[in-house]
Every structure is written in structure tokens, then in C-alpha cells.
């Protein structure tokens, strides 16, 4: 068992930090960021105006007595869209990126492990075989 302490393991964040901006390994880090930034600020934008057209519509709709209550529909309508629209994006951040992910972990491994290594597959293991 490896005994990882809390501050070794703030190393390694920033040991991945100066991975990331290797000439090798920047295009399959910033590539996604940017196309998935530019998503996620897009659809942000476009929910938020819709969550103001969708306020002004049902506090046009509710009764001049109920007024009061477009102050409790506000926050919890800006708590639902910021949980919904996070976890659908993060699918779609994860969905997006997926290609890039195998790119970026071979040429990770090629970074740090620069020695050619043999053929692994299932077949020079047993136990790996089904």
C-alpha cells in the first residue's frame, strides 16, 4: 500500500501542471479546454437568457398578491440550472474530450517512460486471458 501524503500529492498536481505545457503534450491538453470553455460559455449564456425570458413569463402569469414569490423562484431556479446544466456538461465535456484522452495518456507515457518496451499483450500473460 502506498502512504500518500497530503502535500506530496499537491505535488504531483503541480508535477502534472509542468506536464501539461511540454510541446508534445500542450495540443491534446489546450485543444479540448478551449472547444470545451467556448461550449460551456456559449450555452451558459444562452440558458441564463432564457432563464430571464422563463422569469418574466411566470412572474407575468402569477397574481399581483404572489408577487413576493418570484424572489423563491429566482435562487432556486439559478441552483437548478447551475446542477443541471453541470452535470449534463460535464457529459458532454467528458464525451468530447474521450478522443483526445487516448492521445494524450500515449504520448504521456512516451514523455515519461522514453525506453522502447516490449509487446504487452494478453497472450504473454495467462492470467490476463479470459
Do not use: C
Request: proline share 6%; glycine share 6%; aromatic share 16%.
Amino acid at each position: 500500500m502506498v502512504n500518500i501524503q497530503p502535500i506530496s500529492a499537491a505535488g504531483y498536481i503541480l508535477k502534472g501542471l509542468n506536464l501539461m505545457f511540454k510541446p508534445g503534450i500542450r495540443r491534446y491538453v489546450f485543444v479540448p479546454l478551449i472547444i470545451n470553455s467556448l461550449l460551456f460559455a456559449s450555452g451558459f449564456y444562452y440558458l441564463f437568457q432564457q432563464f430571464d425570458v422563463m422569469l418574466q413569463a411566470v412572474e407575468h402569469w402569477l397574481p399581483e398578491w404572489l408577487g413576493w414569490m418570484i424572489y423563491l423562484v429566482w435562487p432556486i431556479g439559478v441552483l437548478t440550472i447551475l446542477i443541471a446544466f453541470g452535470l449534463f456538461f460535464g457529459l458532454i465535456a467528458n464525451w468530447l474530450a474521450a478522443p483526445f484522452n487516448g492521445m494524450l495518456s500515449a504520448k504521456v507515457e512516451r514523455l515519461l517512460t522514453p525506453k522502447t518496451r516490449k509487446n504487452i499483450s494478453a497472450r504473454n500473460y495467462p492470467s490476463l486471458q479470459a
